[in-house]
């Protein structure tokens, strides 16, 4: 650790890591969550959705805080409020104190808001694509890990354990901030940004052609997998009868793809070029779907069938992700914070918007095709606008 020097990637994929963690951790503790509270388990799930309110909320301002105050400072405070919060929700027996404090936990948003602004402040755009596909590794296995770590921790101990387990990484990541960090916002720019308004900033990006397509792209993939999160369990359980434990192992096959898809960002971003790579990762993502409709118009359609294409997906989304989110980040270096924490809540609205659709259209239609066709039109909406990015950087260079 040096504090002289930006921080190790590992010290950012750890940071990303503890807000994904954050999550998901709890899930299989709701029920025993609600029976400790005394509340019904329709009012826990407030839980959930307060959760992503709040983080929506800290994502809008933790951005531009670090545009003008600094990165370090930024994130020292934010985690210190997670750490903070959490104590106070070990702490607590009343569900609604219990309920704003883990509000006031959705500050730990600035691991992955302000880790792709620091990646941005040290290295171009080609090696930020490559710096935030091997963060976005970490982002990928606390979700596919984290609610198993709770279930485990809920079974033999008791779910106050995860909130104490969440309290170490809190401190543990504090003490990262401290001595693994220092300040990548360059002074010129942090004097330069305290002369500006957060409505000047967020006008200049929401007027910016390049940033919305950026947004779209990504929205629109992570809404890909939102929809898939929203419809599969539905169709798995009604429509293929399986039991839960069999859709656990089956889910993880598009979080594996996932993994992968970062992974080969990380390492070829750089020679290949982030807006080419989002491109071919959107032709890769269409294949799954391709794939289950070839399926199931001309064979027996199985578990297999549905789940197996779905590696092309989250391949495909692996390569979109990171690169989107450099290019994001890339419009205006000076308005790097500010553009990833806008670029995160819309991200979330998207996505959240096309689960609502989705889950209304698989409760009327218990069926996979539904679903992969919604998934076909989601990736088809990214692979317009990656293709717009493309046209538009080939018409620079002529």
Excluded at 27 to 40: G, K, N, T
Excluded at 150 to 170: A, C, D, P
Excluded at 199 to 220: P, R
Excluded at 363 to 390: G, M, R
């Amino acid at each position: 650790m040096d504090a002289s020097s930006p921080p190790h990637i590992s010290t950012l994929a750890i940071l990303a890591g503890v807000s994904a963690m954050n999550m998901s951790i709890f899930l299989p503790s709701l029920p025993s969550m609600a029976i400790d509270f005394e509340v019904d388990y329709g009012t826990m799930q407030i839980f959930i959705s307060g959760y992503f309110l709040s983080l929506a909320f800290f994502q809008l301002i933790i951005g531009p805080v670090s545009d003008r105050i600094g990165r370090k400072p930024t994130m020292m405070m934010a985690f210190l409020l997670f750490t903070f919060s959490t104590l106070m929700c070990e702490l607590t027996s009343n569900f609604y104190i219990f309920l704003f404090f883990r509000m006031l936990q959705a500050g730990v948003a600035a691991g992955f808001v302000i880790g792709r602004a620091v990646i941005r402040d040290i290295v171009p755009m080609e090696h930020a694509a490559s710096m935030i596909g091997y963060v976005t590794m970490a982002m990928t296995i606390m979700p596919m890990f984290a609610p198993a770590i709770g279930g485990i921790i809920e079974e033999q101990l008791h779910w106050q354990y995860s909130v104490r387990l969440m309290y170490i990484m809190g401190i543990i990541s504090v003490v990262l901030i401290w001595f693994d960090q220092t300040e990548t916002l360059k002074k010129e720019k942090e004097k330069e940004k305290g002369k500006s308004s957060l409505i000047s900033d967020y006008s200049q990006l929401l007027f910016n052609k390049k940033f919305w397509c950026y947004i779209i792209v990504m929205g629109f993939c992570v809404g890909s997998y939102f929809s898939f999160l929203t419809g599969a369990p539905v169709i798995s359980e009604e429509y293929f009868n399986l039991d839960p434990s069999v859709q656990g192992y089956l889910f993880a096959i598009m979080g594996l793809g996932f993994f992968a898809g970062n992974y080969l960002t990380g390492r070829y971003a750089v020679k290949i070029g982030p807006n080419k790579f989002m491109l071919w990762g959107c032709y890769v993502a269409l294949l799954g779907p391709l794939i289950q409709v070839g399926i199931f118009v001309s064979a027996y359609f199985g578990p297999l069938s549905f789940f197996i294409p779905m590696l092309l997906v989250g391949l495909g989304q692996g390569l979109i992700v990171p690169n989107a989110a450099a290019g994001v980040v890339s419009v205006d270096p000076k308005l790097a914070g500010s553009a990833s924490g806008l670029a995160a809540t819309i991200q979330i609205l998207i996505g959240g918007f096309l689960a609502l659709i989705t889950g209304y259209i698989i409760s009327k239609f218990v069926s996979p095709l539904p679903l992969i066709i919604i998934l076909i039109i989601t990736i088809l909406v990214s692979l317009l606008f990656s293709y717009t990015l493309i046209k538009s950087e080939g018409l620079k260079k002529v």
